[in-house]
C-alpha cells in the first residue's frame, strides 16, 4: 500500500513557475514508476509525465516538454513536479500517482492516487 500526498500548488502567473511535491509513505517507493496527471474543470485526467523506477526513463505529455521537469528523490520517498514557464491552459488539479508497471501512462496503469494540488496560472 502507498499514500500520496502532493503540495506545492497555488496562484502563479503566466511566465512564472511552480515546483511541486509528491511525499510517499512506504518502504517500496524506489520499486514504482511515478506520475503526474492534471484535470481541468470540465476535462478528463490527463497524463502529464512519468519517471520510471531507477531513473532509467522519463515521458512527458507534448503539451509540456521542455517546460516541466519530473525528478525523484529515493531516499525521501518524494518524487516532484518543477513547472517553468506556465501558461493558463496549465491550470488544473495536479495528481501525484504510482504504478507498478515499468512503463506508465494511462491513468489505468496506476494504482494509487494522492488528493491532488490546485495550480491556477492567471494571464
Known amino acids: 500500500q502507498v499514500q500520496l500526498v502532493e503540495s506545492g500548488g497555488g496562484l502563479v502567473q503566466a511566465g512564472g513557475s511552480l515546483r511541486l511535491s509528491c511525499a510517499a509513505s512506504g518502504r517500496t517507493f524506489s520499486s514504482y514508476t511515478m506520475g503526474w496527471f492534471r484535470q481541468a474543470p470540465g476535462k478528463e485526467r490527463e497524463f502529464v509525465t512519468a519517471?520510471?523506477?531507477?531513473?532509467?526513463?522519463?515521458y512527458y505529455a507534448d503539451s509540456v516538454k521542455g517546460r516541466f521537469t519530473i525528478s525523484r528523490d529515493d531516499a525521501k520517498n518524494t518524487v516532484y513536479l518543477q513547472m517553468n514557464s506556465l501558461k493558463p491552459e496549465d491550470t488544473a488539479v495536479y495528481y501525484c500517482?504510482?504504478?507498478?508497471?515499468?512503463?506508465?501512462?494511462?491513468?489505468?496503469?496506476?494504482?494509487?492516487w494522492g488528493q491532488g494540488t490546485q495550480v491556477t496560472v492567471s494571464s
Open positions: 500517482a504510482a504504478a507498478e508497471t515499468f512503463i506508465a501512462t494511462k491513468t489505468y496503469e496506476y494504482d494509487y
Open positions: 519517471i520510471s523506477r531507477s531513473v532509467s526513463s522519463t
